[in-house]
């Protein structure tokens, strides 16, 4: 068995789940990140919309922690869409720093773009193990590397008015 798959998986509990099939559109939802630690930062929500490339094998080992339903997605349907791989990263490692460096940079200097780019990036990171709370579970040292996750991260974007 590989160890991903050609199917996204959004999971969800069952209220989210109907409300997709309902709507038939995924919804950006907030997740608090905890991605800035150097700077003192409290955990900053981005708002996202997650999904795993898991085989499906895996999908029903209860090591998610979202809820019990998952709804399936054809892989280039989320590439197309915007999704891609997170970038797992461990505290200390030399890309987490250089993040840090360039937000640093852009906060001393008030560069309001650098900013926005780098607060971008941070939305795309993920630990690959750290402590989880969610409504139902508490875990003390989660493995999100073990989910495989996919993001899309919506752009902040001007608002222009055309005549």
């Known amino acids: ?6 199917i996204l998986w959004h999971q969800t509990n ?3 789940f109907y409300a997709i099939l ?5 919804r950006y939802s907030y997740s608090l990140e905890k991605i800035v630690p150097e700077f003192g930062f409290k955990p900053i929500a981005f708002s996202m919309l997650s999904v795993s490339d898991c085989p499906f094998s895996e999908v029903g080992n209860n090591k998610w922690a979202y809820g019990n339903y998952c709804i399936g997605f054809k892989q280039n349907w989320g590439v197309k869409a915007g999704f891609s791989p997170v970038t797992y990263c461990s505290l200390g490692s030399r890309g987490l720093k250089m993040l840090n460096l360039l937000l640093d940079d852009a906060l001393k200097n008030d560069i309001q773009s650098r900013f926005g780019a780098v607060m971008y990036l941070f939305a795309q990171m993920k630990f690959v193990q750290a402590p989880l ?3 139902h579970k508490r875990f003390k040292s989660y493995r999100f590397y073990d989910e495989r996750e996919w993001r899309v991260v919506p752009y902040i974007k001007k608002q222009t008015m055309r005549s």
Request: charged share 30%.
């Open 1 to 6: 068995m590989g160890l991903t798959s050609n």
């Open 14 to 16: 069952e209220v989210g």
């Open 22 to 26: 309902e709507s038939k559109e995924l």
């Open 133 to 135: 709370i969610t409504k």
